[in-house]
């Protein structure tokens, strides 16, 4: 049994960017101007946050609003056992169990991105080690960290604007699957549509 989302609020944002504050400024600003450069609206905590709210409720806003989550895994996340990150981490992976049918996930939500090396002692002591499988990792000889990373999540979305448009194709009016999600206001929007809007 898992908590249940009442209901889907548009997404404003293509990407959340979960990171710790170490690498603000030499990674993930400047991936986030670069998004931006390029059309796509992420969710920064320094530029986006809903003020006059409190951090977990904006934090947690935030992500329902995101389209997906990417998360930075640096030696400084690992460093902080508790934490912000760890709460992101946390709504995330409920979004995700929540965008998932009996046939598997519905919408990829989750995009780990390792700046640690595969094999790091420290990652299995870490709630992270779990996006292990799922994740990609950086290694210096990929070129700049700044273009890797803008590099995957373009391509990430891509895959996942693919993945609803073949969604789109079964969960249509009348269909099984249709039926099934029906009772979940705004699931199925959010799947087979693209807001705020497709990338190019």
Not at 102 to 112: D, F, S
Not at 120 to 139: K, M, N, Q, V
């Amino acid at each position: 049994m898992f908590w249940q989302i009442a209901s889907y609020p548009r997404c404003e944002y293509h990407i959340f960017l979960s990171h710790c504050a170490e690498d603000r400024a030499w990674l993930v600003h400047p991936v986030y101007q670069e998004l931006m450069r390029r059309g796509i609206i992420p969710w920064l905590d320094r530029e986006d946050y809903y003020y006059g709210r409190d951090s977990r409720t904006s934090l947690r806003d935030g992500l329902l609003r995101s389209r997906h989550t990417v998360f930075f895994i640096t030696l400084g996340m690992l460093a902080h056992t508790r934490g912000w990150c760890q709460m992101e981490l946390a709504y995330s992976d409920l979004l995700q169990a929540n965008l998932s049918h009996v046939g598997g996930p519905l919408l990829n939500l989750e995009l780990p991105l390792f700046f640690v090396d595969r094999a790091s002692a420290e990652l299995p002591r870490t709630a992270w080690d779990a996006l292990r499988d799922r994740g990609i990792f950086y290694h210096p000889s990929d070129g700049d960290a700044i273009e890797w990373s803008v590099s995957q999540i373009v391509a990430f979305l891509h895959r996942e604007q693919d993945l609803a448009l073949d969604m789109a194709r079964v969960v249509v009016p009348g269909q099984p699957v249709h039926d099934q999600l029906a009772d979940r206001p705004g699931l199925i929007k959010r799947i087979t549509q693209f807001d705020p809007g497709p990338i190019s």
